[in-house]
């Protein structure tokens, strides 16, 4: 079945820093890809999506990569500030309109 | 106020009651979607619907009903609550494959 899952649970970071945030998918069919924050006691917010025909999308100090080879997909944050901090999840498009999420990754970042 | 709304915020209930978590979106987009949150499981899927009258199972759709009579509504029900479905319920909704907006959600614990 589907799966998506991100590598590391926690992700510590020095304010001012780059962050990498890793997922791995397993459905070599999905054809788009988002990267969601959630932060305490919130709802989940979009924070940018890729198409399976892109390798790369930039944001604004945000970028995602694509590797459709290895099914692999990451969440890089430019120069990572306070407000960064919170959970990260990626969902892959399964079908029929529905979105399948990974276990979400908590980011710290330390002042 | 336009957006995706939750209702009740926060819920205690018994085993063996039924619960009605509510949900309003004033897009009217065609797909709306329950999720469950619980920690070491990211966002679950419980039920998802394309459209007014069309419903959906989702991953983990055992203990639950929902219903959509209108584009607007998609109320979850737990008709007899147990406490394994003690979680943070969020529900959200989209346009075809645009982004998934999400509600604040709803704490539910089931003593």
């Known amino acids: 079945g589907e799966s998506v899952g991100l590598h590391l649970p926690t992700l510590s970071v020095q304010e001012g820093d780059n962050s990498i945030i890793n997922c791995a998918y397993s459905n070599s069919a999905s054809d788009y890809f988002i990267w969601y924050k959630q932060e305490s006691g919130k709802g989940p917010q979009f924070i940018i999506d890729i198409r399976s025909n892109m390798d790369k999308r930039q944001g604004q100090r945000v970028t995602v990569l694509l590797n459709k080879t290895v099914k692999h997909l990451s969440l890089q944050i430019a120069a990572t500030q306070p407000g960064d901090s919170a959970v990260y999840f990626c969902a892959e498009n399964g079908g029929t309109g529905k979105l399948i999420f990974g276990q979400g990754t908590t980011l710290q970042v330390k002042p | 106020d336009a957006g995706i709304t939750q209702s009740p915020r926060y819920k205690i209930t018994e085993t063996g009651r039924q619960v009605t978590l509510m949900c309003h979106q004033t897009w009217s987009h065609s797909y709306m979607f329950w999720y469950r949150q619980d920690l070491g499981h990211g966002l679950r899927l419980i039920y998802y619907?394309?459209?007014?009258?069309?419903?959906d199972k989702g991953e983990v759709p055992d203990g639950y009903v929902v219903s959509r009579s209108k584009t607007e509504n998609f109320p979850l029900t737990l008709e007899s609550a147990t406490r394994s479905q003690t979680s943070v319920y969020f529900c959200?909704?989209?346009?075809?494959?645009?982004?998934?907006?999400f509600g604040e959600g709803s704490r539910l614990t089931v003593l």
């Open positions: 959200a909704s989209r346009e075809g494959a645009g982004e998934l907006f």
């Open positions: 619907s394309a459209a007014a009258d069309i419903t």
